[in-house]
């Protein structure tokens, strides 16, 4: 019998394939949303830090210069949060759209892999069927070569060959 061969083998190695690029987009899109999520909370923890030393300074020294700059730090800061914000909501919608990209490559490439273990079982049990019959037209033959001097010999779907066997009260 020939080996195992799964007819729709190249539509796996392409499902595979598949995953393995759905993989590496998630990857890349997660790795873009926390270096994204990452940037905002440096944004936010130097704009608690300019507020921070906006209140040490006290009121009683104000210098109008300083208050102006830091309300344009603020500003600035606060105008940066916002766009960062917007980045991270972008990505993160990005990352959750790579996500079902990546379950659905891996559900149709297991769907195929199922249906090649099917298939791999199918062939087993054709290959013991097959040995089951060989074996038993072997018995066969031994059976009636034996017991009615005759042999029945078929290789391979050739045509049955009947050999006649001496028959043992003859040979005396």
């Known amino acids: 019998m020939k080996s195992f061969e799964f007819p729709l083998q190249t539509a796996l190695k392409v499902r595979k394939r ?8 998630f990857a890349a899109a997660q790795g873009q949303y926390h270096a994204a999520e990452n940037q905002l909370r440096h944004y936010q923890r130097l704009l608690g830090l300019a507020e921070q030393t906006a209140q040490a300074a006290g009121r009683d020294d ?3 210069m300083a208050l102006l ?4 730090y603020r500003r600035r800061m606060a105008q940066l949060i916002d766009e960062q914000a917007e980045r991270c909501r972008q990505l993160r919608e990005a990352v959750s759209q790579a996500r079902r990209g990546l379950m ?8 195929l892999q199922r249906l090649r273990e099917n298939h791999y079982q199918e062939y087993l049990r054709e290959l013991a069927g097959t040995e089951t019959r060989t074996l038993d037209e072997a018995g066969t033959m031994a059976y009636n070569s ?3 001097g005759l ?4 290789i391979a779907g050739a045509p049955l060959l009947e050999l006649k ?8």
């Open 62 to 64: 104000v210098d109008v």
């Open 18 to 25: 598949n995953q393995d690029l759905a993989h590496r987009k």
């Open 151 to 154: 042999a029945a010999v078929s």
């Open 165 to 172: 066997a001496p028959d043992p009260l003859e040979a005396s």
């Open 104 to 111: 659905e490559a891996c559900r149709e490439r297991q769907t």
């Open 69 to 72: 700059d830091y309300d344009a």
């Open 146 to 148: 034996r017991y009615n």
